[in-house]
């Protein structure tokens, strides 16, 4: 059998080492690419476009709560994609899924069960966990279609908004990405009009709805400049 090519993208060094040893008990013989931040995952997606698949933590730096699998879905569809997270919301867990993911897997599931839905995602199929909800409580019509909008965004559209949703500047964005601040501007214009919003606080607001949780929703400052 030949190697599994993984990419694991988790904030925490050490999580994604454990990760790491559980999979190759999970797999057998597996390369482990590691992201830290979404900075990390767009490079590595990118870079590693026939990875096997993608195990993601929701809460990295550079995402606001489902951006980051809505990102991958719609930039890579190719690469299969299982959430690993503490969380274990039955809801949470629905909403990972109509977003796209082949598994939800919960961090402290005992290896016989992440070895079965590695292995039934490998396999091409989507592995559903017993807790999931089943009640129709998941993923409203109005979270789909802003996840829909967002996955029409361009990468440096993507990170644009993911910044500001953190409240950065212009000028700050365009330090970070080493980009003059017209350029932001302008991907702020194409964002506006991608997300069928009219200013910075709106298209805020619509990235909150892909929260985690609604207490993720915190309170920032904004500006127009």
């Known amino acids: 059998m030949s190697t599994i090519q993984v990419i694991v993208a988790d904030d925490h060094p050490l999580f994604r080492e454990a990760l790491g040893l559980a999979l190759k008990q999970a797999l057998g013989d597996v390369e482990i690419i590691q992201a830290g931040n979404m900075a990390d995952l767009e490079q590595r997606a990118r870079e590693h476009s026939s990875a096997d698949l993608v195990l993601l933590d929701l809460h990295m730096p550079g995402v606001q709560g489902f951006s980051a699998l809505i990102y991958l879905r719609a930039h890579h569809p190719e690469l299969p994609v299982c959430v690993i997270s503490a969380n274990n919301n039955p809801v949470v867990m629905q909403r ?5 993911a082949a598994a939800f897997i919960h961090k402290s599931a005992p290896i016989d069960e992440i070895r079965a839905a590695l292995q ?4 091409g199929d989507i592995w559903q966990s017993a807790d999931l909800d089943r009640s129709g409580n998941g993923t409203g019509a109005d979270e789909l279609e802003v996840a829909e909008r967002i996955g029409e965004l361009t990468p440096q559209q993507f990170r644009v908004l993911m910044m500001v ?3 950065l500047l212009n000028k700050q964005i365009a330090y970070d990405l080493d ?3 017209a350029t932001v ?4 214009t194409a964002i506006f009009r991608k997300l069928g919003v009219s200013n910075r606080t709106q298209a805020v607001l619509m990235t909150q709805r892909l929260a985690v949780e609604p207490t993720e929703s915190g309170q920032h400052g904004f500006s127009e400049r």
């Not at 990972?96 to 796209?100: K, L, P, S």
């Not at 039934?120 to 396999?123: D, G, H, I, M």
């Not at 501007?185 to 702020?188: G, L």
Request: charged share 20%; hydrophobic share 45%.
């Open 96 to 100: 990972a899924m109509d977003h796209g």
């Open 120 to 123: 039934t995602v490998l396999a």
């Open 165 to 167: 949703a953190e409240g």
């Open 179 to 181: 980009i003059s601040e």
């Open 185 to 188: 501007k302008a991907h702020m």
